[in-house]
């Protein structure tokens, strides 16, 4: 017999306070907070969907290998511990930690770009695109049409325009450093990328010579995506079809707060032995030694687990399934989300929700805000206050206004979901009530983090 609900493939071990408050509480906070999420206190928040980052629970096994961590400055075998389960899965030449994925992303860079150079992928994450631009660098974004389109439900959303990308390596190969795919897709909604277009990828790629750098964070999700939609791929094992993903790339930047299970931890991994050789270099100005960088070796040990809980077709079932239980119950009440339901989040559709409030004036953040007031819901806004700084200093709206709602792994239950699926309906049937927003103050990039906003009436 087969039952149709998919549990939490865990139970509880230790538990964590949450804090109630009123809505009349969040206003004065929120106001305190400038209108900005990044700001509020955790405490002041119910329900963090704020990031998948580094805020999942870790397993019993996580911690007890958290015990076994050595601690030496040079060569700990917490390092060869980390280096093997990692190169179990991505077995490239040199693995090379670090204490995030941005950092691993700081030192490609710092080695790859410069003014002139262009660097594709499908679409940057925000950390990606500043550090590409920070060198002087340009980060051009080459997802497929349907990945910008939030009702479109091709199963792989996150797909590269291969041709798209050919044309820019036919016109432009020799200041094209690298090659960057995002799996999945965080800021296009979470989606995944297909195994064919990752073939596809790789093969224009090698033709021009170009290294192809997975930015990998979420790719035990992405991997369960092909498992489950690609023709073909159903009868292989998860860890499998990540290994031809890894196979098929020359490196990778990882961010291990997302499906390696940490709270901290990254690592750049690489085929090409003169430029790990140059990364190592900068890793040291900034991270540390090689076998350490940047993390402690118990972080290392609790990375390694978790790596192999990543992989696992029980948790991947329930992680997949779950998020699709609060998209779909949203989309049944008539919310419009980006579709179909990515791996890691939900993601509220605000322009078309909002669709009285101008780009200009923010409509996620507006969403967003009301979330947190009327629910305690932190959610995340990715649209023109992410995205809508041009580096010349205009301002342009975004190529979607979405909400994020990020679920981080095996923290909250069933219940907690279908509390913030009342949140949102609640605040659904306010939605043409709800203003826009200015920006009061502002930082010159990445300024989505410490901005400051008043309401417009
Ligand atoms: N790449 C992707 C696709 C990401 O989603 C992130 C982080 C990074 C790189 C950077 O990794 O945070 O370890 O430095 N994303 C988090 C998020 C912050 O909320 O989506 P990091």
Request: glycine share 10%.
């Amino acid at each position: 017999m087969t039952f149709k609900t998919i549990i939490e493939p865990f139970r509880i071990h230790s538990v964590e306070p949450m804090h109630l408050t009123t809505p009349a509480q969040r206003k004065r906070a929120i106001q305190a907070a400038g209108y900005n999420l990044f700001n509020v206190r955790a405490q002041d928040v119910l329900i963090d969907l704020l990031t998948d980052s580094g805020t999942g629970a870790m397993s019993r096994d996580q911690w007890a290998a958290m015990q076994h961590g050595d601690e030496s400055y040079a060569g700990s075998p917490s390092f060869e511990i980390f280096r093997d389960a990692v190169t179990d899965l991505f077995p490239f030449s040199h693995v090379i930690p670090t204490h995030q994925g941005r950092a691993a992303e700081k030192i490609l860079f710092g080695a790859l770009g410069g003014a002139g150079q262009i660097v594709p992928n499908n679409t940057h994450f925000d950390t990606t695109r500043a550090n590409v631009e920070f060198t002087g660098a340009t980060a051009v974004d080459l997802v497929i049409a349907e990945g910008r389109d939030p009702a479109s439900r091709h199963p792989f959303k996150g797909n590269m325009d291969v041709a798209g990308l050919d044309q820019l390596l036919t016109e432009h190969k020799s200041v094209i450093p690298c090659v960057m795919l995002t799996i999945t897709n965080n800021s296009g909604g979470g989606q995944p990328v297909s195994l064919a277009n990752i073939r596809e990828t790789s093969q224009v790629c090698r033709k021009h010579g170009v290294p192809l750098i997975l930015d990998a964070c979420r790719f035990a999700e992405n991997a369960w995506f092909i498992h489950e939609r690609e023709p073909g791929q159903g009868e292989r094992a998860v860890r499998d079809i990540v290994r031809e993903i890894a196979s098929l790339a020359d490196g990778m930047t990882m961010s291990a707060k997302k499906d390696p299970m940490g709270n901290i931890g990254g690592w750049l991994a690489l085929n090409d032995d003169a430029l790990a050789e140059q990364c190592r270099t900068l890793l040291i100005l900034t991270e540390g030694f090689p076998t350490y960088g940047g993390l402690a070796g118990r972080d290392l040990e609790a990375l390694a687990q978790g790596l192999k809980e990543a992989v696992d077709h029980d948790y991947l079932k329930y992680r997949i399934a779950s998020t699709a239980y609060l998209g779909e119950a949203l989309a049944e009440s008539g919310i419009p989300v980006v579709q179909p339901i990515g791996g890691h989040a939900v993601y509220l559709d605000a322009r078309a929700l909002l669709s009285h409030i101008d780009p200009l004036q923010y409509p996620g953040q507006s969403l967003a805000v009301a979330l947190y007031v009327m629910g305690g819901v932190r959610g995340c806004e990715i649209g023109t206050v992410m995205f809508g700084r041009q580096p010349d200093g205009t301002e342009i709206p975004a190529a979607m206004e979405l909400v994020r709602l990020a679920i981080p792994r095996r923290t909250y239950t069933q219940s907690h979901i279908d509390y913030v699926i009342e949140v949102c309906q609640a605040v659904a049937a306010e939605a043409g009530s709800l203003r826009g927003y200015r920006i009061s103050k502002e930082p010159k990039a990445l300024r989505h983090f410490t901005a400051e906003f008043q309401p417009i009436d």
